[in-house]
């Protein structure tokens, strides 16, 4: 695979990325403490965010927000093609994007010339700019992006056949109870599911574990607590670790900082 136009930009990362045969199967599912967008170009994919799935179309956005688990399911071999930035709408100085409604996570914008001409903007400039100026510009790009969908919104893509409804409710009682779930049992007893059953269906499904799914959501609330200032000391209660060590492993392990570092 060819990675056309990849830097760190600031803090924004921004790849363009093409590809004249790629595999099936999924890219890792993750998350992070940033937005994403992917503008999709091209391929036979699938996006899965949470429990919600969308068939992507040439033109379709996709926007996903801080902590949210993710991942791109490749559906056949062919030709792939998207661009890929993260961003901290404060840190990177993006406006617009919190203007947008929470039920916003694919558009199509095969028909918004405006919209493309904003990436081939992004190409242009990373071309003919150093990564300073090219950060700068990328944050009034991405502005102006999000301000033009807020001022001439379009409908939503609808999603396909989700997730098991099992993972469905077991994720929404993760989310719920992220501070004080103790073990994997609550889940599956709240879902009168074997552990091993429930298991094998985030395996299916997520391309992960529970344990990992509620750890990496536990972190990243983390952080954000420790970013506003909050003490590593009170930090780990609030986000459902039993003891300051084991948070203080994990975090340190996750992130390659501290929590007091990270404060």
Known sequence: MKHDYITHAGAIFYKHERSEHISEGAFTVHTHN???????????????????????KKGDMILVRPFQHHYIQIDSQGDYERYDILFDPDRDSVEGVRLLGEDLEVINLSDNARAREIFEKMDFYRKSCDDEMFGRLLSHLLSE???????????????????????????????????????????????????????RLFRQELHQTPKK????????????????????????????????TTFYRNYTAFFGDSPSEDR
Not at 145 to 166: D, G, H, I, Q, R
Not at 173 to 197: A, C, K, T, V
């Open 145 to 199: 992006l999000f301000c033009l969908l807020y001022l001439f919104p379009k409908p939503s893509a609808e999603t396909s056949p989700s997730v098991s409804p099992l993972i469905s409710k077991a994720l929404h009682f993760i989310n719920e109870n992220l501070d004080s779930i103790r073990d994997i049992e609550e889940i599956s007893s709240h879902l009168f599911i074997s552990q091993s059953y429930l298991f």
């Open 34 to 56: 940033t937005y994403e967008l992917i503008y999709f170009l091209g391929g036979n994919a699938t996006h899965v965010i949470e429990d919600r799935k969308y068939k992507l």
């Open 213 to 244: 799914y509620i750890t990496e959501k536990r972190l990243y609330l983390a952080q954000q607590l420790l970013s506003a200032g909050e003490k590593p000391t009170s930090v780990f209660r609030r986000c459902g670790f039993q003891d300051y």
